[in-house]
């Protein structure tokens, strides 16, 4: 069992096609603990996910996961390790695709740091 806590909702999208989009844009440092993925048809789609720091350019020069299959109707949760997850400066986005449009929900989980 993961003893880091998933966080609240930062970010959901559910991608009409298959451009690249923001599911997170940071506007204070944020620590994504938990992206969770559900492909909603019967047959696999690939899918990818991007950290881009200070802008939504996303590239296989930002790439966390590429062109990853996820099995019909399956759910796949990437978590975090024992505090570690992706953080994000102000400004950074965390972008996902879809390789079939309107097949995959992403949800992000985390902690946005407190302002003092």
Known sequence: M??????SLLGQVAPA???AVALVTATLRTEITRVIICNVTAGAVTFRLFHDQQGATY?????????VSIPGNT???LDAEMHSGITLAATDTLGCRTGTG??????AYG???AVR
Request: proline share 3%.
């Open 75 to 77: 759910t796949l949760n």
């Open 59 to 67: 590239a296989v020069s930002n790439a966390l996961y590429y062109d």
């Open 102 to 107: 309107a097949a995959l929900t992403f949800s």
């Open 17 to 19: 096609n298959t451009t």
């Open 2 to 7: 993961n003893a880091l806590a998933p966080g």
């Open 111 to 113: 902690v946005v740091q």
